[in-house]
């Protein structure tokens, strides 16, 4: 079997509504489908919840559970704030200086952009903590080849030693 892609990504969100809302405004997503039930199909528990669904584009859904009988949410206190992310696909730099001057004139803050060698990229937060990405790719095929060419070798090294690999070090030596 081969995968056909995700189906659709599950996060927690603090309000369904507001969340909705906040994906439309700053990220242009729209609501496509919304499940509230009583109790749990998978598991059965009885748990009311809100289950929200937004286009992420490309037939990519990112979806929200609204848990209010459940305690406030947190975070994985063992893992930096800057790991786990949801990172988005823009098509232009322009894209995403549109989007970074919409956030920060509603007083969001956003770090970046950010030169990744391969891509370049915007990080805020969303209203529930969780940290988003906008991204607009900037590789060229050679370099892509390049990095292709090294994986397993640095998987490897990484393996065996836990150290940062030197094998891709040209995508940070600007100049």
Known sequence: MKLKGVHHVAYRCKDAKETVEWYGKYLNMDFVLAIAEDQVPSTKAPEPYMHVFLDAGSDNILAFFELPSQPTMGRDNNTPNWVQHLAFKVDTIEDLYSAKA???ADGIEVIGPIDHTIFKSIYFFDP???RCELAVNTG???M???LDNV???MLEEWSQTKRAPKHARWMHEKG
Do not use: L
Request: net charge positive; charged share 45%.
């Open 102 to 104: 919409r956030m920060e």
């Open 140 to 142: 060229t095929a050679d």
């Open 151 to 153: 994986k397993w070798e």
């Open 144 to 146: 892509h080849k390049k």
């Open 128 to 130: 529930n903590g969780h």
